[in-house]
């Protein structure tokens, strides 16, 4: 089995869609591959896969091998060259990044338009096949981004992976626990509410919630404005007595970073999580053009290697 090469699942969940799920999971690898782990993503968004699109790997193929697929490699394990040479910030540094790899419905599809009208039976199997028939190899993290609600996937999902972690091959505490997405707004918390319910029910350790675009980074000045409210996250957080994670802001830089594949900068004085951000970056560093590397120019980038920290050490002491 392919999961018994994977020493701890991570479920990123959350009883609403548009909550921006995909982009919380790209985060979340990028960040645990820059700290040095290796890293899978499992993409079982069947009708609406956008993990390809995140990593900039949409034209990439699954290829086959004997008992099943390998997955689509992001980048290799190798060293960063100082992302800044004057800059006395860690974050700046030299260092060792574990490899990346990714697994998702849109490599196996013909064209990335083309719609998958299925019904439940088939979206069962394919999650199952997804869970047994991809050959990952050692991770220290595999990360499975999942559909919105708690339908015939979650449910499949669950079921395979109980099956699985009981396994006496699998690693102790396999599936570690599931991070739970939503939006400051009471309409998304409300929703959300659900999806800690099905947890609950489930028997799901929830290792956090995040709270996704609760403000606005601007690209012109500074500022970072809460264009759709804050705290509903973390209000919903204490109610259901679990960890808050953090609250998490749109920013465009980012945006811009997966959509064009251009390094974010920022207005002098964007200062974040107490790092300056309008630090000039060395061009001949920049070149090296991997995402991860881009990455940790994104305002973000600080908010989640936090998140991230708290995250391996819940994990490993619960281990």
Sequence with gaps: MGLDNVNNILLVLSGKGGVGKSSITTQLALTLSLQGHSVGVLDIDLTGPSIPRFFGIESSKVRQAPGGWIPVPVHDGQTLQNHHPTSTDPAESARQIGPLSCMSLGFILASRNDAVIWRGPKKTAMVRQFLSDVLWPSLDYLLIDTPPGTSDEHISLLETLLKNTSSPTAPPNQLAGAVVVTTPQAISVSDVKKELNF???????VLGVVENMAGFVCPNCSECTNVFSKGGGEVMAREFEVPFLGS????????????EGTRPTYPAGTVIAGRDM???????????????????SCSLAPMFDAIVSGLVNDVRSRK
């Design 278 to 296: 309008s630090v000039e970056t060395n061009q001949d560093v920049g070149k090296q053009d991997l995402l991860v590397d881009k990455y940790r």
């Design 248 to 259: 998490v802001p749109i920013d465009p830089a980012f945006v811009m970073l997966i959509e």
């Design 199 to 205: 947890c609950k029910k489930t028997g799901i350790r």
